[in-house]
């Protein structure tokens, strides 16, 4: 069974920080990873989608890797900022024979000013 | 595009009441999918259907049912509330297995 897992739960930076967020996941025959961003009370924003043939994806100043062979995905935040504030969430999809999105618990991300 | 949409945002239900939350898409998805999210638990799948006339069920299914008879349409049915059931429910979408999930902004259900 697929399992995601995600670490720290909760982070804490100041303003202008790199830092970058971690998942992983138990079965490395995915299809792809989704990271999304959930704003309290808001529904999941889709961020970067890495397919299982693709090592990286690069949004402004957001970069996500994918190492499928370690089962593990890391979410780089340049210069962070205060509305960066958000929780954030990795999804994989496949693994365990299914191709439905397995979800981690998320990264709780507050940047002080 | 609206997107994905759902009603209502908001209920309370009393305890052994039914109702039926409403997802729609506008994207001509296959894929649509219901999931609850419970405080620091992270989304669990409810139901999910590849297209108009197949459903499967997820890791959560008991308590709710689901019909696709469009492809737009996608409506969860809770028979029988129990505050178990209390959680914010989302309805996603995606054209394909490869392409980007798409949420819609949730219902937030009490039931006391």
């Known amino acids: 069974k697929q399992e995601v897992t995600q670490i720290p739960a909760a982070l804490s930076v100041p303003e202008g920080e790199n830092l970058v967020l971690n998942c992983s996941f138990t079965?490395?025959?995915?299809?792809?990873l989704q990271w999304f961003r959930q704003d309290p009370g808001k529904g999941l924003t889709s961020l970067l989608l890495?397919?299982?043939?693709?090592r990286e994806q690069t949004s402004g100043r957001l970069n996500a890797s994918l190492d499928k062979s370690s089962g593990r995905s890391t979410l780089y935040i340049a210069a962070s900022q205060p509305g960066d504030s958000a929780t954030y969430l990795c999804?994989?999809?496949?693994?365990?024979?299914?191709?439905?999105?397995?979800f981690g618990t998320g990264t709780r991300l507050k940047v002080l000013a | 595009n609206a997107g994905v949409t759902q009603t209502p945002k908001f209920r309370i239900l009393k305890i052994g009441q039914s109702m039926t939350l409403q997802c729609t898409q506008d994207?001509?998805?296959?894929?649509m999918y219901w999931y609850r999210q419970d405080p620091g638990m992270g989304l669990k799948l409810i139901y999910y259907?590849?297209?108009?006339?197949?459903?499967d069920k997820g890791e959560v299914p008991n308590g709710y049912n689901v019909s696709r008879s469009t492809t737009e349409d996608f409506p969860l049915r809770l028979e029988l509330a129990a505050p178990s059931q209390t959680s914010v429910y989302f309805c996603?979408?995606?054209?394909?297995?490869?392409?980007?999930?798409?949420f819609g902004s949730g219902t937030q259900l009490s039931v006391l």
């Open positions: 996603a979408s995606s054209y394909s297995i490869t392409e980007k999930l798409f």
């Open positions: 890495i397919q299982s043939s693709q």
């Open positions: 994207m001509n998805h296959n894929y």
């Open positions: 259907s590849v297209g108009a006339g197949i459903t």
């Open positions: 079965d490395s025959a995915i299809y792809n």
């Open positions: 999804a994989v999809r496949g693994g365990s024979g299914t191709y439905k999105y397995i």
